[in-house]
């Protein structure tokens, strides 16, 4: 096998590992989504076990947070909702470079 290729997926799992225990979870695109949101609006993220909001704002509101590496504009596939108690659903959406394509509450 190629040793670029080798040492490209070296620093590829290098940089997953430590973004992963960083920030803590196991979805990179799903956490660091919920990251930018808490900055955004100014809240506190809930714990994995929350029931089905992953922010509370300082005014009380659930926010719920899906978002996704857009690879085709044609389909856009976000997780289920499994419960609908949360006030805001906020969508990001990244380019594979892993800027803001688009947020959508």
């Not at 490209?8 to 920030?23: H, M, Q, V």
């Not at 799903?30 to 506190?44: L, N, P, S």
């Not at 993220?45 to 719920?64: E, P, R, Y």
């Not at 389909?75 to 803001?100: K, M, Q």
Request: with cysteine.
């Amino acid at each position: 096998m190629e040793s670029t290729i080798i040492s490209l997926w070296i620093d590829y799992l290098r940089a997953s590992s430590l973004l992963i225990k960083t920030i803590g979870g196991t979805n990179i695109v799903g956490e660091m989504a919920e990251r930018i949101v808490v900055d955004y609006y100014k809240g506190e993220q809930l714990t994995v076990s929350s029931k089905s909001a992953d922010i509370k704002c300082q005014n009380g509101k659930l926010i719920q947070v899906k978002s996704r590496i857009l690879k085709s504009i044609k389909s856009t596939p976000l997780g289920v909702i499994r419960s609908w108690d949360f006030d805001l659903l906020v969508v990001v959406l990244f380019a594979p470079d892993g800027h803001i394509l688009k947020a959508i509450e």
